[in-house]
């Protein structure tokens, strides 16, 4: 549709008005903020707020929500008080134990590494770390739902659309290679909240991550797509460059369309990325060793097999699909990649608590222990943090005879490597895991301490939107220096 004649916007008007001096006032401000904000090339690596303790991060999603009370968060009172109701709680947790009895874990904990961290018998090869581990057992967050509280822990925010964790972070320091793209996510859910919990919302669309594979799916047959082209390189390079050129003057002519600039972006990011992803999703190329390590059968090259010949070559046990990400997730990292989540779901234990908890256990212990290994015998522990857990916990009460419901008042997460201080637990629940009661620790609380490992201010990391300035944490959020080394 034609511009109505009398039509002008602002800069039209600025452009006409007092020779043109009004406009280039604008035109050397909006190139000193593009510049300063990365706008040009959004994906461009920038200087921390202060000096960063992490340059990168992995998350593994526990989707579902794991029962704190019998992996992290070692509770003897359970066993002693078996069978007797709970007393005085908070409202929304006694609305899901009122009448119910306290089950004690049906899993056994002991004491591991220097430091006595208890431990769930589920896990003996992470266990073998507990020295770098920081059990963070006075965890809380808003609502007992998960797709609330999946999109609370990912974006901060439940009711409106908000940047996820990796795209704030991305926002904040840049990609440290322009090859790859700066947040990967590994088989997402695709349910509570979907694409939002990895999403850029109003920030750049090459915030956003890059996913790879779907819960549920074999890691083997994941695939990255539109990566192989019948064009040689020289081809596309001019075929990208007639198309980036419309685009660019679309954009001349509309002046301002972030999807437009985001969109411009993605596709030189795509470009680069051809012959640099499929190299590092190549599990071919590490040892057999490592492979035995991280609990993985015979692989191909993901970015390249067709998913039905990468799903024949894969193994079919059961550390098989988890260890496959644990190992892209360190393959990513060190090429470049800011931030990676890898992800597992069905920790939603209602019941069969013992038989559930223990195969979802035994598929990530030892790729979690492998990993940690890895990252250390490799100098990448040290810059690299580790976040492990779900959305919130389960009640120390049962629900039927072998089940625990949904408790958002008190759970369990841990971190591990860059600048956390390992061996200890920060913040604890009240003698059955019902509450946090110590040193208590809100999503809002775990985004401004993650960021600060990563250099970031959680509140100068703004980004103005709507006539105002958003943030990760809004107007919540504390960094909690306990954990820090």
């Not at 903020?33 to 959004?42: C, E, F, S």
């Not at 040290?382 to 419901?405: A, H, I, S, Y």
Request: charged share 20%; net charge positive; aromatic share 8%.
């Amino acid at each position: 549709m034609n511009q109505h004649p009398l039509f002008h916007s602002r800069r039209d008007w600025l452009k006409a008005s007092a020779c043109g001096f009004g406009y280039m006032a604008l035109a050397g401000l909006a190139a000193e903020a593009a510049a300063r904000d990365g706008v040009l090339n959004p994906l461009t690596s920038r200087a921390p707020h202060f000096p960063s303790r992490a340059k990168r991060v992995i998350f593994m999603y526990m989707r579902g929500a794991p029962s704190h009370v019998d992996t992290f968060d070692y509770k003897p009172d359970l066993v002693a008080n078996a069978g007797k109701s709970v007393g005085q709680l908070s409202a929304q947790v006694q609305d899901r134990n009122r009448g119910r009895k306290l089950l004690p874990s049906p899993f056994k904990f002991g004491q591991h590494g220097k430091s006595g961290l208890w431990i769930s018998e589920l896990f003996p090869h992470l266990a073998q770390h507990a020295d770098d581990l920081c059990l963070l057992n006075g965890m809380h967050t808003n609502v007992p739902n998960h797709p609330q509280s999946c999109l609370m822990l990912h974006t901060g925010e439940f009711r409106f659309t908000r940047p996820s964790l990796g795209a704030w972070a991305l926002y904040g320091l840049g990609s440290a290679n322009q090859n790859l793209p700066g947040f990967v996510t590994l088989n997402p859910p695709g349910d509570l909240g979907g694409a939002q919990n990895y999403g850029n919302a109003f920030l750049s669309a090459s915030y956003q991550a890059t996913r790879i594979g779907e819960e549920g799916g074999a890691m083997a047959a994941a695939r990255v797509g539109n990566l192989q082209s019948s064009l040689t390189a020289s081809r596309q390079r001019e075929q990208l460059d007639l198309i980036q050129a419309m685009n660019a003057g679309l954009l001349q002519r509309q002046e301002v369309n972030p999807e437009l600039e985001g969109v411009i972006n993605s596709f030189e990011l795509g470009f680069r990325m051809q012959a640099a992803l499929p190299e590092v999703l190549d599990l071919a190329k590490e040892t057999a060793a490592t492979l035995q390590r991280y609990g993985i059968g015979k692989v191909g090259n993901n970015a390249g097999n067709k998913p039905k010949a990468a799903a024949k070559q894969a193994g079919s046990g059961a550390t098989e699909n988890f260890g496959r990400q644990c190992l892209m997730a360190r393959r990513l990292v060190e090429a470049g990649v800011r931030y990676v989540e890898i992800c597992l779901g069905n920790w939603d234990t209602h019941n069969g608590l013992k038989s559930r908890l223990g195969v979802l256990c035994k598929s990530i212990d030892q790729p979690m222990g492998a990993l940690m290994t890895d990252l250390k015998e490799r100098g990448l522990l040290k810059d690299t943090l580790v976040v492990w857990g779900g959305e919130f916990g389960r009640t120390p009460t049962g629900q039927g005879e072998d089940g625990r419901d949904h408790n958002s008042a008190g759970f369990s997460m841990w971190m591990a490597g860059g600048g956390v201080k390992g061996g200890q637990r920060v913040g604890a629940t009240d003698e059955h895991g019902s509450i946090a009661v110590e040193n208590k620790m809100h999503h809002h609380d775990l985004h401004a301490t993650m960021l600060h490992l990563l250099g970031l201010d959680h509140q100068k990391l703004t980004y103005r939107y709507g006539g105002r300035d958003y943030s990760l944490t809004d107007i919540h959020g504390r960094v909690v220096k306990e954990i820090l080394a």
